[in-house]
């Protein structure tokens, strides 16, 4: 399905409709991530912040998906490593960075959740969950939700390839093909789930089993981002036209621990990850833009002074922002009454049920 690797001449973004400002944002926003999740790790490693999930080596395909959907309309569902989704729909890093170090302007949940539990009702991000997969199921009634209202709208949720083996995933696909809903499921299969490599999981290949759920399955080179976005694009079309759903496997690999508590080097080889990290598609975007000629030299060396900007600004910030004050720390926790402000307009007095914070 995919020649990664080769060198193209040929635009194949215009032939997929990328225009070529698209292509350069796509590229651009695949190198914040990777800067950002760079950047968390020496901060986690410094002991800066607590905790980090790494999604370095799935970046590309992660924009690449996002980039093939409509960020008006459509529903974003991402997972814990998703830093390349939630940045191309207009997540800010000094947004990412006031999670990482849990303060108050934390606009997924005020400092309360772990990093990588992401959530804007602005930017039509679904609050996610810790237990995994959960958003399968969420996806699905986003999409039921659009069909009932007759909405040009369709949901796109992604998981791990471990998340695929939970009934969440079962219930969601089963459900969606029956009702033709208009969702896209992405596993990223970056082939751990934790320690449990993917030969461990399953016999036979995730795309396939869409067929048990009556839609189409496909599996797609990760390292290959246009690849995925021409697969993306294609069955948001059919979501739209009506045709249901689609279960696509993103073939990557974690070169990272899956968190900064893990000791990776238990269950596989150094040589192994460094094989896969030779593999890394970032680089190799770039060239393919030099080769049509979009990218140069000298635009790379301003991009990495503008983001390395961008990174110092937003981890600054995150620094010096206050953490939420102890009398909120019970928000959002248990329930609350109502509470009624009375506000006076001209000779009148109107009761107002005061809402939460935030999204």
Same mark, same amino acid.
């Given at each position: 399905?995919?020649?990664?690797?080769?060198?193209?001449h040929?635009?194949?973004?215009?032939?997929?409709?990328?225009?070529?400002?698209?292509?350069?944002?796509?590229?651009e926003?695949m190198t914040? $991530?990777?800067?950002?999740?760079e950047?968390?790790?020496?901060?986690q490693r410094a002991?800066?912040?607590?905790?980090?999930?790494?999604g370095?080596s799935?970046?590309?395909s992660?924009?690449a998906?996002?980039?093939a959907?409509?960020?008006?309309?459509d529903w974003?569902?991402?997972y814990y490593?998703?830093y390349?989704?939630v940045?191309?729909?207009?997540?800010?890093?000094k947004?990412?960075m006031l999670?990482?170090?849990a303060?108050?302007e934390?606009?997924n949940s005020a400092?309360?959740?772990?990093?990588?539990?992401?959530?804007?009702?602005?930017?039509r991000?679904?609050?996610?969950?810790s237990?995994?997969?959960?958003?399968?199921?969420? $996806?699905?009634?986003?999409?039921?939700?659009?069909?009932?209202?007759?909405?040009?709208?369709?949901s796109?949720?992604s998981?791990?390839?471990?998340s695929s083996?939970?009934g969440?995933?079962h219930e969601?696909?089963?459900?969606?093909?029956?009702?033709?809903l208009?969702?896209i499921?992405?596993c990223?299969?970056?082939?751990?789930?934790i320690?449990?490599?993917?030969?461990?999981?399953?016999?036979?290949?995730?795309?396939?089993?869409a067929?048990?759920?009556?839609f189409?399955?496909?599996r797609?080179?990760?390292?290959?981002p246009?690849?995925?976005?021409?697969?993306v694009? #294609?069955?948001?079309d059919?979501?739209?036209?009506?045709?249901?759903?689609?279960?696509i496997?993103?073939?990557?690999?974690?070169?990272n621990?899956?968190s900064?508590?893990?000791?990776d080097?238990?269950?596989?080889t150094? #040589?192994?990850?460094d #094989?896969?990290?030779?593999?890394?598609a970032i680089?190799v975007f770039r060239q393919?833009?030099?080769d049509?000629g979009?990218?140069?030299? $000298?635009?790379?060396?301003?991009l990495?002074?503008r983001?390395?900007?961008i990174?110092?600004? $937003?981890?600054?910030?995150a620094?010096?922002?206050?953490f939420?004050?102890a009398?909120?720390s019970?928000?959002?926790?248990?329930? #609350?009454?109502n509470?009624?402000?009375r506000?006076?307009?001209g000779s009148?007095?109107?009761?107002v049920v005061?809402a939460?914070?935030g999204?």
């Amino acid at each position: 399905m995919t020649q990664t690797g080769t060198v193209r001449h040929t635009h194949r973004h215009a032939e997929l409709g990328i225009s070529d400002d698209k292509a350069v944002a796509m590229y651009e926003t695949m190198t914040l $991530a990777r800067g950002y999740d760079e950047r968390v790790q020496l901060l986690q490693r410094a002991g800066k912040i607590n905790f980090h999930v790494s999604g370095i080596s799935q970046e590309p395909s992660q924009v690449a998906m996002t980039f093939a959907m409509d960020r008006e309309t459509d529903w974003f569902l991402p997972y814990y490593r998703d830093y390349g989704v939630v940045l191309s729909v207009g997540m800010t890093v000094k947004e990412l960075m006031l999670s990482v170090y849990a303060k108050v302007e934390d606009p997924n949940s005020a400092g309360r959740q772990m990093p990588g539990h992401f959530g804007s009702k602005r930017l039509r991000i679904v609050t996610g969950s810790s237990p995994v997969t959960t958003q399968v199921p969420h $996806a699905v009634g986003f999409a039921l939700a659009a069909k009932m209202r007759g909405e040009r709208s369709v949901s796109i949720v992604s998981f791990g390839e471990g998340s695929s083996s939970q009934g969440d995933f079962h219930e969601g696909c089963n459900f969606a093909g029956v009702l033709k809903l208009p969702v896209i499921f992405i596993c990223q299969n970056n082939q751990y789930a934790i320690s449990v490599p993917f030969s461990k999981q399953s016999a036979g290949r995730i795309a396939d089993r869409a067929i048990g759920y009556g839609f189409p399955g496909y599996r797609v080179d990760g390292n290959d981002p246009l690849e995925v976005y021409r697969v993306v694009k #294609e069955a948001r079309d059919r979501a739209v036209a009506g045709e249901g759903p689609t279960l696509i496997e993103i073939m990557t690999y974690r070169v990272n621990p899956h968190s900064t508590s893990d000791n990776d080097m238990a269950y596989r080889t150094k #040589e192994e990850v460094d #094989e896969h990290k030779k593999k890394d598609a970032i680089p190799v975007f770039r060239q393919y833009l030099k080769d049509v000629g979009l990218w140069s030299d $000298a635009q790379e060396a301003e991009l990495q002074v503008r983001q390395r900007a961008i990174l110092d600004e $937003a981890t600054e910030y995150a620094e010096k922002a206050p953490f939420q004050s102890a009398e909120d720390s019970h928000r959002y926790v248990y329930a #609350e009454d109502n509470a009624i402000t009375r506000v006076e307009t001209g000779s009148e007095s109107v009761g107002v049920v005061s809402a939460g914070k935030g999204d």
